[in-house]
């Protein structure tokens, strides 16, 4: 308790990890561990989710980035440690935990009752959207991670091979990991240049990481999108990729965790995780606390049709007749339409469209705004690009 109360006074990465905890640690970074499945860090006191991890309890239940937890089965975790409420969120597996969260913008708290399971992180998800848009989803950056990703791109080529118009990475709600792999993740879509510096409290302790030649992806456009619950390693795969401009970003600001954790181990078998570093993208810049900026903002939103009335230039009063005769028989053809244009869009909501129809489109990007203007934005510059060979 001393000495995790010296660490955790530092900064709110720095702790003491006792034999189970780093143990735990270690197990987590391989891919697979016990718990509810979310990212948390410690903010005025109260434990606040940086991410809940795809397809975990606390993912399935709700939990949203931003949600500060404020008691666990009815005891308030005002006075614990963030490795003391972690303790407390795990257990065995099958049994429930009760949490009381805060949410911004709701006035009275939420209750979640989620059963504790095994935690397997796939790191990476792809398939092919729009039926020539490769996705792919990193959750987190473990040890499996950059070889994840290259099976996946292999895998898209495969499917779609020259008709492929660029990729989408997503990294939202990625809560980050382990540093090389970030790296090595930015290494596959870059060339040449830098793609992180991590700098020490001495100056001259800066350590400089490069790419090296070789894109995986042939050079072909790239948009990354990005939310408050992208942090650290998925921070350093954005920022270099914008800094580099080999890649649109797309989304909300990210989380802002521009520092770097090393991990002592200690006699007894414990270790001290303790923060040795900042991490700087391409140009230098910091993102620590203030997170990085996408290149179009574009808020989590949903789509909605409405029924409006259209009026065109054959509807003035006076307005010059078409030389070819197309004015008249154009406004008989809308008046006749008029009456049944509500009932023609009712249907048309609960139909694919016929752009969806025609580009694949998956009912999770029919649903998500985001992934749906990123790939729209992947089209725009796949025609563009064309145009001008």
């Known amino acids: 308790y001393a000495i995790n109360g010296m660490l955790s006074s530092l900064d709110p990465h720095s702790s003491y990890l006792n034999a189970k905890d780093f143990d735990d640690m270690r197990v987590q970074t391989k891919g697979e561990f016990g718990g509810l499945g979310i990212e948390v860090t410690m903010e005025e006191g109260l434990v606040k989710v940086v991410s809940p991890i795809d397809e975990t309890p606390a993912a399935k239940a709700g939990l949203k980035t931003g949600d500060f937890i404020v008691s666990l089965d009815d005891k308030p975790i005002v006075g614990l440690s963030l490795s003391e409420a972690v303790e407390k969120m795990r257990g065995k597996v099958g049994t429930n935990i009760k949490l009381t969260v805060r949410r911004e913008n709701v006035s009275e708290p939420l209750t979640f009752n989620i059963k504790r399971d095994v935690i397997k992180i796939q790191a990476v998800r792809s398939r092919l959207e729009a039926d020539n848009v490769g996705y792919i989803r990193i959750t987190t950056f473990n040890q ?30 990625n809560p980050g990991g382990l540093l090389d792999q970030a790296i090595a993740v930015s290494d596959q879509f870059l060339d040449k240049g830098e793609i992180v510096s991590t700098r020490g409290r001495d100056p001259q302790d800066i350590k400089r ?181």
């Open 144 to 173: 499996n991670t950059s070889d994840a990703v290259q099976s996946a791109v292999e895998k898209i080529k495969k499917e779609k091979g020259d008709k492929l118009i660029g990729y989408v990475i997503d990294l939202r709600n």
């Open 209 to 389: 990481d490069n790419a090296t030649k070789g894109d995986i992806t042939d050079g072909l456009p790239l948009v990354v999108i990005i939310n408050g619950g992208s942090a650290s390693a998925a921070e350093i795969v954005a920022g270099a990729l914008q800094d580099q401009r080999r890649a649109i970003l797309i989304g909300t600001k990210s989380f802002g965790k521009g520092s770097v954790q090393t991990v002592v181990p200690l006699p007894g078998n414990g270790a001290m995780r303790l923060t040795t570093a900042r991490y700087f993208t391409p140009s230098g810049r910091s993102i620590q606390a203030t997170g990085i900026e996408p290149d179009i903002t574009v808020e989590m939103a949903k789509l909605e049709t409405f029924e409006e009335e259209r009026f065109g230039e054959a509807d003035l009063k006076g307005a010059l007749a078409n030389p070819n005769g197309d004015d008249k028989k154009a406004k008989k053809e809308d008046a006749k339409k008029t009456e049944s244009n509500a009932k023609e869009i009712r249907d048309e909501l609960d139909k694919k469209t016929e752009d969806e129809k025609k580009h694949g489109l998956s009912d999770e990007a029919k649903d998500d705004y985001q992934l749906g203007r990123a790939i729209d934005l992947l089209r725009g510059v796949s025609l563009y690009a064309n145009r001008n060979k």
